[in-house]
């Protein structure tokens, strides 16, 4: 199963994203899907989670700001990102939490002041 990360741009401090992580012909519904990033020069850390029951979980950093969830087609996994500062500023990339699906391109977002 290939992923896809989609949705990323370039945007300033305080504005909204939406990321969607897709795969063609298979359904993401059974799977746990993790968001990461990967900042510039950082290493790649988990952004948020997603249960096959639908249940959630955050990074303190993107708590009460960033929002996973399914989409309404089966191959979907969207990560709504409020208020985003350049902080959030990284390469974005989804898979399950223990890096089992193939990994996709992933999709830039940059932040600016």
């Known amino acids: 199963v290939q992923l896809q990360a989609s949705g990323g741009g370039s945007v300033h401090t305080g504005e909204s994203l939406r990321l969607s992580c897709t795969t063609s012909?298979?359904?993401?519904?059974?799977?746990?899907i993790s968001w990461f990033r990967q900042p510039p020069g950082k290493h790649r850390e988990l952004v948020a989670t997603i249960t096959d029951e639908g249940r959630t979980n955050y990074a303190d950093s993107v708590k009460g700001r960033f929002t996973i969830s399914r989409g309404n087609l089966k191959n979907t996994v969207d990560l709504q990102m409020n208020g985003l500062s350049p902080g959030d500023t990284a390469s974005y990339f989804c898979?399950?939490?223990?890096?089992?699906?193939?990994w996709g391109q992933g999709t830039l977002v940059t932040v600016s002041s």
């Open positions: 012909g298979s359904s993401l519904s059974a799977y746990f």
């Open positions: 898979n399950t939490p223990n890096y089992s699906l193939r």
